[in-house]
């Protein structure tokens, strides 16, 4: 693998969070651009944001592929990244079962979200939801919720939550309006349903992405919450002072070195996978000279004992 620094040349890499942009993705923003009556094709829609346009589910996944093996990632939980795109994810995983895992976002709140999550993790053998509270209006602590939990619990899922700050890349560029709320992305409302499912784990995106100290007192109590470090961590600039070593340094006291779990939040193409994430977070846990073990545990150990 090329060495990205040098106390730990040879680590083995899985990526937890990684957009699986399908056709149907650049399809339901079309719909929400234009409404639904025009039927905007997801290569116009790929166009107007530059991107690259995803082809059928097929090509995607291969084109993925291509991205993790030049990246030298052994594994990638990719995320169907609109609710009702479950298939997609799932025929990816199906065509590279050693080299995908399938994760789904889900709209708790809506009326069909337990019929869809029964789907996804049953039939479809998806291994993970994706809630989205501050975008789609509800609480972490909500019976809908609880509902999502005991399915998951049911089929030896787990449950994603974004909490903090949220940003849909996409939808910025294209000028849509996110009516987000952003209190519902609250680590302590999560916490609480992580007490009634200890036996799902839970993986709480970027730190909590701004409500840092919340997110470590919901760790504290709740041995079933993982953080994953993907993305910037822009969210950093909020909390006066802080520093991405500073976090970490954090996570790893409170959490352990056992649920803290690598991701990059690479999403579209041509950009790809982000490598230079890899190499931001290899050099803050050389800075805080992490030992070798604890580094494989945090870049592929812990996804492996939970997805594996
Ligand atoms: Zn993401």
Redo the contacts with the bound molecule.
């Keep these: 693998m090329p060495s990205d620094r040098s106390a730990v040349p040879d680590l083995r890499l899985n990526d937890s969070?990684c957009?699986f942009l399908s056709a149907r993705f650049f399809q339901a923003l079309g719909g929400e651009k234009y409404g639904q009556q025009a039927s905007v094709s997801a290569e116009q829609m790929a166009a107007e944001l530059g991107w690259e346009a995803p082809g059928s589910s097929d090509a995607l996944a291969s084109r993925w592929i291509a991205e993790l093996d030049r990246n030298h990632v052994s594994k990638a939980a990719l995320i169907a990244s609109v609710p009702g795109d479950e298939d997609s994810v799932a025929a990816a995983v199906l065509s590279h079962p050693t080299r995908f895992v399938g994760f789904f976002a889900l709209n708790a709140a809506a009326p069909t979200a337990p019929e869809r999550a029964e789907r996804a993790f049953g039939q479809l053998r998806l291994r993970c939801a994706c809630l989205f509270p501050a975008m789609h209006g509800y609480k972490l602590d909500d019976e809908r919720v609880a509902r999502i939990f005991e399915i998951a619990d049911a089929h030896k899922g787990a449950v994603f939550a974004h909490c903090g700050y949220l940003t849909i890349e996409a939808r910025t560029r294209l000028g849509l309006r996110s009516m987000l709320d952003l209190r519902a992305g609250d680590p302590l409302a999560l916490a609480t349903m992580c007490v009634r499912f200890p036996n799902v784990p839970v993986i709480m995106?970027h730190f909590g992405a701004g409500f840092f100290r919340e997110a470590l007192m919901a760790a504290e109590a709740c041995p079933n919450i993982h953080f994953d470090t993907?993305s910037s961590n822009a969210w950093v600039r909020f909390v006066p002072g802080l520093t991405l070593a500073e976090v970490f340094r954090r996570a790893l006291a409170v959490a352990g070195p056992d649920r803290l779990i690598f991701g990059s939040?690479s999403s579209f193409f041509p950009r790809g996978w982000r490598r230079v994430l890899l190499g931001a977070q290899r050099t803050v846990l050389d800075e805080l000279g992490v030992e070798t073990a604890v580094a494989q545990k945090i870049f592929s150990g812990n996804f492996e004992r939970l997805f594996g």
């Design positions: 969070h957009h995106p993907s939040d």
